[in-house]
């Protein structure tokens, strides 16, 4: 999986670094400062590895000479009290940057997870499996690239990177084929895809040049129907009210794509415990 570049990675730990410590760690200056000590990160739980990069930043931004050995890779699956890495070093620094370490590893192992029991759940059909914009503010791309290690794919990064013409922007251009034409005059090289409502909406969208329809909260009955009439014509998106639990029913009506606002925006932390050697 490719990363986020290396200063979205800095950029986010030290923001989390100065929420947390601040002008200092009050509780660490308790400790000596030559002490030392080694800890080791295990999983409370079964789940897929991200994020590792903010991990191991943290601690170099600590500027201590804390190593971090690692275990496991991120995209690979984690089992109940697997050993995940070892963290030595100073004794301040392991302390003051554990929580906020973990805080990225839990978060974004979390997203990977969640990603993957979906990327499960359509097996073998051919569906691709999309994330969503409902990201945690500020970790957009360490939980998009999350995303990734659990198998599933990025949708747009922002509003910036692709068009996607909602019902708002329809009302406001006053058609579909007016916002597609504007947006193939504008941009004709970013991706340029049409949230649709009914079939009438996706033959227009067809007709105007769209080339992915986002087909909101369709019935399966309609996917289907969709698929029959528009599928190697335009690219089709399910979306909408979709969980793990009916997802593979969805993917079979044969769409091309299924978005998932959940893969990100409702991730519980995987569960890491740190132990002293």
């Known amino acids: 999986m490719d990363h986020p570049s290396p200063k979205v990675v800095t950029d986010d730990v030290a923001r989390a670094l100065e929420e947390d410590i601040g002008d200092g760690d009050r509780t660490a200056e308790l400790i000596p400062p030559e002490n030392s000590l080694q800890t080791r990160l295990v999983s409370?739980?079964?789940?897929?590895?991200?994020?590792?990069?903010?991990?191991?930043?943290?601690?170099?931004?600590?500027?201590?000479?804390?190593?971090?050995?690692?275990?496991?890779?991120?995209?690979?699956?984690?089992?109940?009290?697997?050993?995940?890495?070892?963290?030595?070093?100073?004794?301040?620094?392991?302390?003051?940057?554990?929580?906020?370490?973990?805080n990225f590893l839990q978060t974004l192992s979390g997203t990977a997870t969640q990603a993957r029991r979906y990327v499960d759940a359509v097996e073998g059909t051919g569906v691709i499996i999309l994330d969503t914009r409902k990201t945690l503010p500020g970790l957009r791309l360490a939980q998009?690239?999350?995303?990734?290690?659990?198998?599933?794919?990025?949708?747009?990064?922002?509003?910036?990177?692709?068009?996607?013409?909602?019902?708002?922007?329809?009302?406001?251009?006053?058609?579909?084929?007016?916002?597609?034409?504007?947006?193939?005059?504008?941009?004709?090289?970013?991706?340029?895809?049409?949230?649709?409502?009914?079939?009438?909406?996706?033959?227009?969208?067809?007709?105007?040049?769209?080339?992915?329809?986002l087909l909101d909260n369709f019935s399966n009955n309609q996917l289907r129907t969709a698929v029959e009439r528009f599928r190697g014509k335009i690219g089709l998106e399910a979306s909408g009210g979709i969980s793990l639990d009916t997802i593979r029913e969805t993917a079979l009506t044969g769409v091309d794509f299924i978005s998932v606002g959940d893969l990100t925006k409702s991730v519980k932390a995987t569960d890491f415990s740190m132990r002293f050697v």
Do not use: M
């Open 44 to 102: 409370r739980e079964t789940a897929v590895l991200a994020g590792q990069a903010w991990f191991e930043e943290t601690f170099r931004q600590l500027h201590c000479g804390i190593s971090v050995d690692w275990f496991a890779s991120d995209g690979e699956a984690i089992s109940i009290d697997q050993e995940i890495c070892c963290v030595s070093g100073n004794a301040r620094g392991v302390l003051s940057g554990e929580r906020t370490a973990i």
């Open 144 to 213: 998009k690239y999350a995303v990734r290690c659990g198998g599933a794919r990025n949708h747009r990064v922002g509003l910036f990177d692709a068009i996607l013409v909602k019902e708002n922007h329809i009302s406001a251009a006053g058609s579909i084929s007016a916002a597609v034409k504007n947006a193939l005059r504008l941009y004709p090289h970013l991706l340029l895809e049409v949230e649709v409502e009914n079939l009438e909406q996706l033959e227009e969208a067809h007709a105007a040049g769209a080339q992915r329809a």
